[in-house]
């Protein structure tokens, strides 16, 4: 049987959780944070998504807070008893001086399952955003479901970066081929918003200039102050790295 469930994340700049609303599978907990950040990891209370599922966190990051949510395990998507797709939409918002640390375990797209996911990103003007994704496509020795995700992130109601993906049977053809993932089964990106990247002559950070980042992973400016690091990589250990590297270097900067 099929459900739905919304939960609900409000963060203030004095650390407090106005509002921390977990919901079915969605199971929210404060944890012990680093440094400044007041810090929310996803429990996963049941197993989701399951096909037919309807599944959507909402996240406030209001003006001047610091929010690290993470996640307790990776997200597993099942398929479900009638075949019917499932969704899992994230919408963030995070306001003005304020930041966002978006940092969840991979997502697993078991044989079978078909999950269509969305994220959707409000940024204020000066708000910074660390936020990865990573798809790992089929459990060990088995093929992947139907994955498809779309990010889209607005600054000051602006576009900064709006893209879809999909891989699996039920994908466009070619996402298994040698201009997508060569065969890889592990997948994702890290988006770096830092709004010192837009400066006035002479003043602030210097954009990052785009670099490969070992055998498959690449780091590119956006059309913004923002970067983006995408790789491939046969496992979910190698695909973190690819990502941990690029995020070092950015915040080296």
């Known amino acids: 049987m099929s459900l739905r469930a919304t939960a609900r994340i409000a963060a203030e700049a004095d650390g407090s959780l106005p509002v921390l609303e977990s919901d079915g599978p969605l199971a929210l907990r404060r944890t012990r944070a680093p440094g400044p950040y007041t810090r929310v990891t996803v429990v996963g209370a049941m197993s989701a998504p399951l096909g037919g599922d309807r599944l959507l966190l909402e996240t406030e990051v209001r003006d001047g807070a610091r929010l690290l949510v993470d996640s307790a395990a990776a997200t597993v998507a099942l398929p479900g008893a009638d075949g019917a ?14 930041e966002l640390r978006w940092l969840p375990e991979q997502l697993v797209s078991a044989a079978g399952s078909e999950l269509r996911m969305r994220t959707t990103v409000e940024l204020a003007a000066d708000a910074r955003l660390v936020l990865r994704e990573e798809q790992i496509l089929g459990r060990h020795g088995e093929e992947p479901g139907t994955l498809t995700t779309r990010l889209t992130v607005r600054r000051a109601g602006r576009p900064l970066l709006d893209q879809e993906l999909a891989y699996g049977p039920g994908a466009p053809g070619g ?37 490969l980042l070992g055998e498959h992973a690449v780091l590119v400016p956006l059309a913004g102050p923002a970067a983006l690091v995408t790789a491939v990589a046969p496992d979910a250990l190698a695909l973190r790295r690819a990502l941990d590297e690029g995020l070092a270097l950015l915040t080296s900067k």
């Open 85 to 98: 797709p499932a969704t899992y939409d994230l919408a963030l918002t995070v306001g003005a001086g304020a």
């Open 175 to 211: 996402w298994d081929g040698p201009a997508v993932l060569g065969g890889h089964r592990a997948t994702g990106q890290l988006l770096f918003v830092d709004p010192d990247f837009v400066t006035e002559a002479g003043k602030g950070n210097k954009p990052p200039e785009a670099r």
